[in-house]
């Protein structure tokens, strides 16, 4: 277990990425800026909680690529169920963090910072299945399709922008909770050699 633990970079990177990622929604809850819209004649209001669910998927992404298949085939732990267990705990502590933080700042979008951590990592980890390579860049091109491209008009978010509606919004929640419960069940499954 010691040792999965440090390949895995728990201590040394996911644990210091769920700390600077509860840090920043703490501190830029209500920050935003105003990008062009490459769809619509105004501009595109972004929180800038939008970027920072990219901390966690991109550190998921890079713990899970530390895997030695050569010495986890023969491990006497299941180890999918350990990365299963690992990546349930740190999406949990995300949206708990967030739900925390939300409470205490009255932030709804600190919120849609959990909510849409779940599902760029179920992105991430759908994206693990097809490519290793795509498990980064899948989450930070939707991250940035969404930022240009995903308002119909100003505060009018398309319907598949998910991580622009409302943090009220609960079949968006239940959609994000399906593509992450998705890409856990696929990344669970998926046979690495």
Known sequence: ????????????????????????????????????????????RIF??????????????????????????????????????????????AVLACLAVGQITGSQE?????????????????????REQAATALPVGWVFAVMFVGYRDFHRPWPWAVTLHPADFMPTFGFCLLVFAGGLILHTRAHRV
């Open 1 to 44: 277990m010691t040792l999965w633990l440090k390949v895995r970079r728990v201590q040394a990177v996911l644990l210091p990425a769920l700390v600077v990622f509860t840090l920043i929604t703490a501190v830029a809850h209500d920050q935003y800026v105003r990008l062009p819209s490459l769809l619509s004649a105004g501009g595109n």
């Open 48 to 93: 800038l909680l939008q970027l920072v669910p990219l901390i966690l998927t991109s550190t998921l992404a890079h713990s899970l690529a530390q895997a030695v298949p050569e010495i986890e085939a023969t491990a006497q732990r299941n180890i999918r169920a350990l990365d299963m267990t690992l990546i349930g705990a740190i999406v949990t502590a």
């Open 110 to 130: 600190v919120t849609m910072a959990g909510r849409n951590a779940m599902f760029l990592t179920g992105l991430m980890l759908l994206g693990r299945t097809i």
